[in-house]
């Protein structure tokens, strides 16, 4: 702004202002320094500051409620605009007066010309704070590790909220399948961001919910989508998942893309699904889960409410999970569970299929005591191969455990379900089939009850013991309750009935104990006979895989002899044009096997980049003899055409599958580590490792070598090249390999390589 005289408005004019009711501030520039003409009754109300105060604040001290991040680029800002009249709209966050907490305020400002010619500056301001923070939750969604790890590992996959149709999430793969014609807005549909011209293509998807994939045609490009819609949830709101993927048929590799998408499709709904109800955690009926990517160590989704564990400088760690829950359990028998939780138990459980999957707690809380069943699960990603674990929680203290087993007596089909509080003196009762309807769910005393010798009887013909008094019964479960505090036992009675008893410890030290009675005579004579027919399918089976094997291992053994007898042929083809380079892809082969298994490959890794590197050179069959065997040197046009021979090799390679990279090995194998090779100027790690090595024997052989135009390079000369090289031409670590294998001579002819 210009300085000069402070223009007055008319008392009308200002009372005006005044009275608006939208915050507005008018200020102007004045020899270096911002005054404030006026503020309106509106920013007053927003601020909360009486008019002259708000006045004085702006002209003493203009940013000392705005955050100390902000501070600086809003100062920066108002100096731009006043001294060069330049834009003005910017987002900060501030205190209001009276309130301890930040908000974000969006200010516009812009100037006028006055009568006087002097320019003011109008600002208005307004509280973004709830729209700000949907922005900052929708952003901090999108880039959550979950989100990460559907967008490199889910394919094509939408996430729409089964209300409104609202998109919940999308990920990058299929914005590359479906393009949008529009930018994404938050709010918007499944139909407004993808298929907005096509809605009977919106009802039709809805129509396939939980029915399986689906093949349709994509009305844009007419091509064939297999599209699967499935009923899930995403941060707790009810959604369909979606999965498109380019439909295909024919043949097992196929199949097996096919098999993978399932297994997504699986681990999606298994790991980041499920239905909670938000309830404190502490609060009776709570309901929730959490999950983490074991492998990383980090926590992917809590979709439970108010996190128990601490932030520690271990972050939302499974182990800083575990270790807090360790810490308000009061059952001294559950020490054992959490010590085979932590993460360096848990991964080995995991391979030998030995993990925990159920456990009830006592947790000593500042709400209370309450009791918490967790529920395990654990699988591997289907493309990473990053192990993940999920843990649903449930707060089943006091009488909803009653509800909980009434639950489980339905679903189950029970005799009857037990919850004994020895403590108490009291056992809940829940009946299940086969027993008297009337009797579905009663209370009784135990000391009334074991006073009677039929309640003892009873009580003792499941276990297969004799108890005289409730101590005994005690000692009993106590002692058969592993270190999970938990046992089974069953039992066959006079009739000829088996029973199954289950018995899980609630409450060790107060003697509080779930017992479950379930009759399974049915069951094991239906296993009995199953396990006898699979013992007879397992030995056909086993005799017919044995004939398989041996004629699947005579196959391959053939096709390896032809595969080899090719690969010398060619080789021999090659040799035979040019003297000088005689058995030179023989030894360049020998050379990289080496450097192979000193860096720890596999023997059939190994065996592989031998073939490779025994036709890297198969290019030069599309060479003249002119230019191959020319013992002058070649003009700069002749080497350009020399270097054709890496894409000559690559196309005759290119559809000879039975070696694995075979193309790649001839392509690259004359690129250089710092990018300046041929014939496409890659660099550093981004040259397959095969070329890579192959490329560096190459070079050794060729200066181990006499050639038309130059003796045998002796070794130190070698080693100087190597050394000289490093970064440049070669992959340092390579370097390293290759001189110690020079130093184990194997410049000499009667080398023998490492049988490691």
């Avoid at 919106?202 to 093949?215: A, C, E, L, R, S």
């Avoid at 983490?292 to 160590?297: C, E, G, L, P």
Wanted: proline share 3%; glycine share 6%.
């Amino acid at each position: 702004m210009s300085s000069g005289q402070v223009y007055l408005f008319s008392n009308d004019h200002r009372a005006a202002y005044e009275m608006f009711p939208m915050p507005l501030g008018i200020f102007q520039y004045i020899n270096g320094k911002v005054v404030t003409f006026l503020v309106s009754d509106g920013l007053c109300n927003f601020i909360g500051e009486e008019r002259s105060q708000l006045i004085d604040h702006f002209n003493n001290n203009m940013f000392g409620n705005v955050h100390p991040d902000d501070a600086e680029m809003l100062a920066r800002l108002g100096y731009r605009f006043a001294t060069k009249q330049d834009s003005y709209d910017i987002t900060y966050r501030t205190k209001l007066y009276g309130q301890n907490e930040y908000r974000y305020v969006h200010a516009v400002g812009q100037f006028r010309l006055m009568e006087d010619g002097t320019n003011l500056a109008f600002i208005e301001y307004l509280d973004i704070t709830d729209s700000e923070q949907i922005l900052i939750q929708t952003l901090q969604e999108f880039e959550s590790p979950k989100t990460r790890f559907f967008d490199e590992n889910m394919g094509a996959m939408v996430v729409v909220s089964r209300k409104e149709k609202q998109l919940l999430y999308f990920n990058k793969a299929v914005c590359r399948m479906l393009p949008p014609k529009i930018n994404y807005d938050s709010g918007m549909t499944f139909q407004q961001y993808f298929y907005s011209d096509f809605p009977n293509l919106m009802k039709k998807i809805f129509d396939m919910v939980d029915i399986g994939p689906k093949v349709i045609e994509e009305p844009n490009t007419h091509r064939n989508l297999e599209v699967n819609v499935i009923s899930s949830s995403w941060n707790d709101e009810p959604a369909y998942t979606i999965y498109f993927y380019e439909y295909q048929t024919g043949d097992s590799e196929i199949n097996q893309d096919n098999m993978l998408r399932h297994k997504r499709v699986a681990f999606n709904n298994i790991m980041f699904t499920g239905s909670t109800n938000k309830l404190p955690f502490y609060q009776n009926g709570y309901r929730g889960f959490r999950v983490w990517n074991f492998t990383q160590n980090e926590a992917i989704l809590d979709e439970g409410h108010a996190f128990i564990y601490d932030s520690t400088n271990d972050g939302k760690t499974f182990d800083n999970y575990i270790n807090c829950l360790h810490r308000k359990s009061i059952v001294k028998e559950d020490d054992y569970f959490f010590n085979i939780c932590q993460k360096k138990h848990m991964i080995f459980r995991y391979e030998s299929r030995s993990y925990p999957r159920n456990r009830t707690l006592t947790l000593q809380t500042k709400e209370g005591r309450i009791y918490i069943a967790l529920e395990i699960t654990m699988m591997k990603s289907p493309d990473s191969g990053e192990i993940f674990i999920k843990v649903w929680e449930e707060n089943v203290t006091d009488e909803l455990v009653a509800d909980m087993m009434m639950m489980q007596t339905i679903k189950n089909e029970h005799d009857y379900i037990a919850y004994i509080d020895l403590s108490a003196n009291k056992c809940r009762f829940i009946f299940g089939k086969g027993q008297d309807q009337n009797r579905k769910n009663f209370d009784i005393n135990l000391k009334e009850y074991f006073k009677s010798s039929r309640g003892f009887q009873q009580f003792a013909r499941y276990f297969g013991q004799e108890f005289s008094r409730q101590d005994g019964i005690v000692n009993y479960i106590n002692k058969r309750c592993g270190e999970d505090g938990s046992f089974f036992h069953v039992c066959e009675l006079p009739n000829g009935q088996l029973k199954k008893m289950f018995v899980q410890t609630i409450d060790r030290s107060n003697l509080i104990y779930y017992l479950q009675c379930s009759d399974v005579t049915d069951i094991l004579r239906i296993e009995r006979n199953r396990e006898k027919e699979l013992q007879e399918a397992h030995y056909k089976v086993m005799m017919a895989n044995r004939d398989l094997q041996e004629a699947v291992q005579a196959e391959h053994a053939k096709v390896e002899s032809i595969l080899l007898q090719t690969i010398l042929s060619v080789n021999n083809a090659l040799d035979a044009r040019d003297e000088y380079t005689c058995r030179h892809s023989e030894r360049v082969s020998e050379y990289s096997a080496e450097m192979a298994r000193r860096l720890g490959w596999s023997e059939k890794k190994v065996e592989n980049l031998y073939n490779i590197a025994l036709v890297h050179d198969i290019g030069k069959i599309g060479i003249p003899d002119a230019l191959l065997l020319k013992r002058n040197a070649l003009t700069e046009e002749e080497y350009e055409q020399i270097k054709k021979h890496v894409e000559i090799g690559s196309i005759i390679l290119k559809d000879f599958t039975a070696i694995e990279k075979v193309s790649e090995g001839a392509l690259y194998h004359h690129e250089r580590f710092d990018g300046t090779g041929y014939a496409y100027g890659l660099i550093g790690e981004k040259i397959p490792i095969e070329a890579r090595i192959i490329g560096i024997a190459d070079a050794v052989d060729a200066m181990n070598s006499t050639r038309p135009y130059r003796e045998r390079q002796t070794r130190d000369y070698i080693i100087y090249e190597l050394k000289n090289g490093r970064g440049t031409q070669f992959d340092p670590m390579l370097v390293d390999v290759m001189l110690e294998m020079i130093n184990d001579n194997i410049l000499n002819p009667d080398f023998e390589p490492q049988n490691e």
